[in-house]
């Protein structure tokens, strides 16, 4: 797969549209099986709530896998993304109810590089919380 977002016809400045990831108790579950974190505070309220938790919380690697998702969407190629970190700044709180929480994630070209490469700039809330703080993608373009 190309990437089917074109170089020459993005600018700096650039945005992209927001996109909402509904987070669930049972996400959390498949992600803990998926990546081996079983740490109680991903899945047992009572355990979060004991540790000083609000409730139970999504796994900071699973915030960052939906900014990582929100690029690859954007840009057609999960390959494309030669560069991606982010620095956690808050918890994404989970209830146990029929809606859980979002993550709303939005984007904005930063930088354009050399060889038809982008730096994209992330934005992930969750509520009116910053979630991800520092959330850059180095994206290859077509």
Known sequence: ???????????????????????R?????MYAGASGDFNQIHWNERFAKAVGLPDVIAHGMYTMAQGGRFVTD???????VVDFGVRFSSMVVVPDDDEGATITISGVV??????????????ARAGD?????????????A
């Open 1 to 23: 797969m190309t990437a089917t977002v074109k170089y020459d016809e993005i600018e700096v400045g650039y945005e992209i549209p927001a996109i909402g990831y509904d987070v």
């Open 25 to 29: 108790r049972l996400n959390l579950v």
């Open 74 to 80: 954007w840009v057609g190629d999960p390959g494309a």
């Open 110 to 123: 930063e930088q354009k590089l050399p060889d038809k490469r982008v730096v994209v700039a992330l934005t």
């Open 129 to 141: 919380t910053r979630v991800l703080s520092k959330a850059r993608a180095v994206v290859q373009l």
